[in-house]
């Protein structure tokens, strides 16, 4: 045992490599990565066999990722998992409650298009409209286009802008 021995703190197991991979559940390739980047300590017996030195319970020790236990590490996951859960539900409630209002708001447009209308209709009857002859013999401009100035002045302003017939 010579300088390569790292003292062992008393309280930790000794085992081979094939065991400290069974026992963390990890590959033997990835135990002794770990013990050459020093995340687990080791030392070589006299017949030239690699020890490591694992805790008790299982995990390895030497980096803060690995001193969570795995039940430590699954009520994490599932405490984010919740939290996640938790915004999409809010996610959910506000789109409905924006479709909601989207489609009162299209209702609401609606309505007021169908008062206008009602308000623009006429209450008495209009006379009748005059021939081309009668708008010539007043002086009025004629449109080759039968009705076409006089569609246009009938037309509701807000038609005009919005579009529609």
């Given at each position: 045992?010579?300088?390569?021995?790292?003292?062992?703190?008393?309280?930790?197991?000794?085992?081979?490599?094939?065991?400290?991979?069974?026992?963390?559940?990890?590959?033997?390739?990835?135990?002794?990565?770990?013990?050459?980047?020093?995340?687990?300590?080791?030392?070589?017996?006299?017949?030239?066999?690699?020890?490591?030195?694992?805790?008790?319970?299982?995990?390895?020790?030497?980096t803060a990722s690995e001193a969570i236990g795995r039940d430590d590490l699954?009520?994490?996951?599932?405490?984010?998992?919740?939290?996640?859960?938790?915004?999409?539900?809010?996610?959910?409630?506000?789109?409905?409650?924006?479709?909601?209002?989207?489609?009162?708001?299209?209702?609401?447009?609606?309505?007021?298009?169908?008062?206008?209308?009602?308000?623009?209709?006429?209450?008495?009857?209009?006379?009748?409209?005059?021939?081309?002859?009668?708008?010539?013999?007043?002086?009025?401009?004629?449109?080759?286009?039968?009705?076409?100035?006089?569609?246009?002045?009938?037309?509701?302003?807000?038609r005009r802008v919005f579009g529609g017939s």
């Amino acid at each position: 045992m010579g300088e390569d021995r790292i003292p062992d703190a008393g309280w930790d197991e000794r085992v081979t490599v094939a065991d400290a991979a069974e026992r963390l559940g990890i590959t033997k390739e990835a135990v002794r990565k770990r013990v050459s980047r020093r995340t687990l300590r080791s030392d070589k017996d006299p017949d030239g066999t690699v020890r490591v030195y694992i805790p008790p319970s299982g995990t390895s020790s030497g980096t803060a990722s690995e001193a969570i236990g795995r039940d430590d590490l699954v009520e994490l996951l599932r405490a984010q998992l919740e939290d996640l859960r938790t915004d999409r539900d809010a996610w959910r409630d506000q789109a409905r409650r924006s479709d909601y209002m989207a489609s009162a708001a299209m209702d609401r447009t609606r309505e007021l298009e169908s008062r206008i209308r009602e308000l623009e209709a006429p209450s008495e009857p209009r006379e009748a409209p005059e021939t081309p002859e009668e708008q010539q013999g007043r002086g009025q401009p004629h449109s080759d286009a039968p009705g076409t100035q006089q569609g246009a002045q009938r037309r509701p302003w807000w038609r005009r802008v919005f579009g529609g017939s």
